[in-house]
Every structure is written in structure tokens, then in C-alpha cells.
């Protein structure tokens, strides 16, 4: 098992930039692979827990982002340190949402291909 602790979210205006970090517990942290998930405001399921894909990067740093990011957001790991980053940047008002990391050992795009998530840090971008 893997806990990991999102940390760097904030409230920034438009246009700036955010730096999140995933910090991983396991000293095997480098054989998993890491996704971001965030969850935008009123997006719930019966669940409580729809979270769209952002970001994933895989043991040997292959890198998978979605559209609505490519370009703006980099995804990178340190396996030394055992965390990820997200840098996020030109931050957009629909970028606003709890952003989670997440953990698994198969490759994955989907929430449900991961196993451990961290609590969710809150990104919040103003007009």
C-alpha cells in the first residue's frame, strides 16, 4: 500500500501558475504509476466522487495528459525524492477544482484504474 499527500494548491488569477506535488510514503513509489484527477465544483455522482483525468506519468516517464490541459500542464517525477509534480500554468477559471494524485501499478486513464488516492489539494483561479 502507498499513501500519498497532495500539497501547492491555492487561489491564483487567470493566466498564473501553480505548483503541485505528490508525495509518495513507499520507498517502491518508483514502480507505480502516478495520475492527477481533479474534481470541478457540483460535478457529483451518486458516488460523490466523479474526478476527471489530467495528468499521468508512467514508471519509466512516459507522459499522458488530457486535452483540456496539453500544452499548459507538465507532469514530471523524482523517484529519488519519491513525488511527482504538476506544474500547472496560463491557469484558466475552468481549471478550478480539488485536484488528487493517484496511484497504481498498471498504466491507466480512468479514476477506476487506481487503487490509492490522496486527500486533494484545491486549485482556485479567479477572473
Known amino acids: 500500500q502507498v499513501q500519498l499527500q497532495e500539497s501547492g494548491g491555492g487561489l491564483v488569477q487567470a493566466g498564473g501558475s501553480l505548483r503541485l506535488s505528490c508525495a509518495a510514503s513507499?520507498?517502491?513509489?518508483?514502480?507505480?504509476?502516478i495520475g492527477w484527477f481533479r474534481q470541478a465544483p457540483g460535478k457529483d455522482q451518486p458516488s460523490g466522487k466523479e474526478?476527471?483525468?489530467?495528468?499521468?506519468?508512467?514508471?519509466?516517464?512516459?507522459?499522458y495528459y488530457a486535452n483540456s490541459v496539453k500544452g499548459r500542464f507538465t507532469i514530471s517525477r523524482d523517484n529519488v525524492r519519491n513525488t511527482v509534480t504538476l506544474l500547472m500554468n496560463n491557469l484558466k477559471p475552468e481549471d478550478t477544482a480539488v485536484y488528487y494524485c493517484?496511484?497504481?501499478?498498471?498504466?491507466?486513464?480512468?479514476?477506476?484504474?487506481?487503487?490509492?488516492w490522496g486527500q486533494g489539494t484545491q486549485v482556485t483561479v479567479s477572473t
Open positions: 493517484a496511484a497504481d501499478e498498471t498504466t491507466s486513464l480512468t479514476q477506476a484504474g487506481y487503487d490509492f
Open positions: 513507499r520507498r517502491s513509489f518508483s514502480s507505480y504509476v
Open positions: 474526478r476527471d483525468f489530467v495528468a499521468a506519468i508512467t514508471r519509466t516517464g512516459t507522459t
